[in-house]
């Protein structure tokens, strides 16, 4: 069972307002991976860490979203002006070694 | 263009039977190949996996064949069980590429008692 922590569950936002949400990884994990899931069951990959470095994140991240893994603290996820098209699943999953991934409970992020 | 594709959006069979889940992919390059069970309301879980050096791994009931040839692999879950009733993804990933996924449209099984 994975032990991924993210909070919160759900987050309620309004247009233009900013979204943040946290991960805790499995203790001893290093690398954090975050990926959004639309309600068609789509994956998309955003931004990946190995300890405090980003190793991966797509030209959408770079623009809106940003991302962090501060060393001690949780990972967090920020969308600065959330839009309607932002609402989805947003999975944080934890890997010693980038290739097996295990995934939190997910945050659900509804932008009205 | 979809990279990972699973054959069927949806798959019922009867409790008892053995369910089999079809998925191909696209890039030569991919290598490692992790199945997830998703539940409604709960993050994906990892299910199995295998590499692209095997043919077959089994796990308990779960089997995945795999056939580099020709980009596919499927998924098999013996003696399915109500509790199997679930979203099934496939994804895969390229060796060197920071272990990025790439997850197919997701096959929801249903298992009839």
């Known amino acids: 069972n994975s032990k991924v922590i993210q909070t919160p569950r759900y987050l309620v936002k309004g247009q233009g307002q900013k979204a943040k949400m946290r991960c805790i990884p499995e203790?001893?994990?290093?690398?954090v991976f975050w990926y959004q899931q639309n309600k068609n069951n789509e994956f998309k990959f955003l931004i990946n860490?190995?300890?405090?470095?980003?190793?991966?994140q797509i030209d959408m991240t770079e623009k809106r979203f940003s991302a962090e893994c501060p060393s001690n603290s949780p990972c967090s996820l920020e969308i600065q002006s959330s839009e309607a098209g932002d609402s989805a699943l947003y999975l944080c999953?934890?890997?010693?070694?980038?290739?097996?991934?295990?995934f939190g409970p997910g945050t659900r992020l509804l932008v009205l | 263009q979809q990279q990972v594709r699973q054959s069927s959006q949806s798959l019922t069979v009867w409790e008892g039977e053995t369910a089999i889940l079809n998925c191909s992919y696209e890039n030569s390059a991919f290598d490692y190949f992790p199945w997830y069970q998703q539940f409604p309301g709960e993050g994906p879980a990892l299910l199995i996996a295998i590499r692209s050096v095997s043919d077959k791994k089994e796990d308990g009931r779960f089997t995945i064949f795999f056939n580099k040839r020709e980009k596919n692999l499927s998924l098999h879950i013996k003696d399915s069980q109500p509790g199997d009733s679930a979203t099934y993804f496939c994804a895969a990933s390229e060796n060197y590429n920071q272990g990025k996924l790439i997850f197919g449209q997701g096959t929801k099984l249903s298992i009839k008692p």
């Open positions: 999953a934890s890997s010693l070694d980038q290739d097996t991934q295990y």
């Open positions: 860490f190995q300890n405090q470095e980003v190793l991966q």
């Open positions: 203790k001893g994990h290093p690398v």
